[in-house]
């Protein structure tokens, strides 16, 4: 098993910046490729970002790119999302995610373990 324990959430107003982690226990962290997902009110949970384990390979879902950066330190077990000039439609739970494979790293199923999520919500 994987614990997966997100912080870093809040309210913030629009144009503003959060840095969200995701500290990992119980399993080899540099082994497992991470994820941030997020889900708003009313819609299905969607990607946000992924990295490999190496650090070497990301990903973001479109409508993020440019402001958002999925980075890690394997040897603080933590994944972080740091996220600048926050829109509101950006207002949502943010979970992060582990895959020891991924075959498609867009989607929720790859990914073996979850954190409980952190409230992002950002004001107009």
């Known amino acids: 098993q994987m614990q997966l324990v997100e912080s870093g959430g809040g309210l913030v107003q629009a144009g503003g910046s959060l840095r969200l982690s995701c500290a990992a226990s119980?399993?080899?962290?540099?082994?497992?490729?991470m994820a941030w997902f997020r889900q708003a009110p009313g819609k299905e949970r969607e990607f946000v970002a992924a990295i490999s384990w190496s650090g070497g390979s990301t990903y973001y879902v479109d409508s993020v790119k440019g402001r958002f950066t999925i980075s890690r330190d394997n040897a603080k077990n933590t994944v972080y999302l740091q996220m600048n000039s926050l829109k509101p439609e950006d207002t949502a739970v943010y979970y992060c995610?582990?895959?020891?494979?991924?075959?498609?790293?867009?989607?929720?199923?790859?990914?073996?373990?979850w954190g409980q999520g952190t409230q992002v919500t950002v004001s107009s």
């Open positions: 119980g399993r080899t962290f540099s082994t497992y490729a």
């Open positions: 995610a582990a895959a020891l494979t991924v075959a498609r790293i867009q989607g929720e199923y790859e990914y073996d373990y």
